[in-house]
């Protein structure tokens, strides 16, 4: 008999970007299968970048479905401008992606430390 069971799926994925860079990160994603994951089928994508795990304020910087673009060939894309990454605080944050697929079930698919370095150049 089992004693335990992880249904935790998500995988420690750190970033590092650059304030007033344009942002644009492509996922690639394959099922537990090797299957590329569809992501036409999902109806829902979110990311927070925040100070702590437990920070319950506004987010640093949010992406929400408007800043995704995903195929059906297993590729998500989250993009922010440089206009939008200008305005964000440089620092050493932490973030999780969910995804919400047509059955409106929520998943945390990536999580770990999201690092915004300071720019030189102003804009």
Do not use: H
């Given at each position: 008999m089992a004693t335990q069971a992880n249904l935790d799926i998500?995988?420690?994925?750190d970033l590092t970007c650059r304030k007033g860079d344009s942002f644009q990160l492509?996922?690639?994603?394959?099922?537990?299968?090797?299957?590329?994951?569809?992501?036409?089928?999902?109806?829902?994508f979110?990311?927070?970048?925040r100070e702590t795990d437990d920070d319950e304020g506004t987010p640093i910087l949010q992406f929400l479905n408007a800043d995704f673009v995903g195929t059906a060939e297993g590729t998500l894309t989250a993009s922010k401008?440089?206009?939008?990454?200008?305005?964000?605080?440089s620092g050493?944050?932490?973030?999780?992606?969910?995804?919400?697929?047509?059955?409106a079930v929520?998943?945390?698919?990536f999580y770990g430390l999201f690092t915004i370095i300071d720019d030189v150049t102003l804009s």
């Amino acid at each position: 008999m089992a004693t335990q069971a992880n249904l935790d799926i998500a995988q420690r994925l750190d970033l590092t970007c650059r304030k007033g860079d344009s942002f644009q990160l492509l996922f690639n994603v394959k099922d537990a299968d090797g299957a590329l994951v569809d992501f036409t089928l999902f109806t829902d994508f979110k990311m927070d970048v925040r100070e702590t795990d437990d920070d319950e304020g506004t987010p640093i910087l949010q992406f929400l479905n408007a800043d995704f673009v995903g195929t059906a060939e297993g590729t998500l894309t989250a993009s922010k401008s440089y206009t939008e990454m200008a305005a964000v605080q440089s620092g050493t944050f932490v973030y999780d992606l969910q995804v919400t697929d047509g059955n409106a079930v929520r998943t945390t698919w990536f999580y770990g430390l999201f690092t915004i370095i300071d720019d030189v150049t102003l804009s």
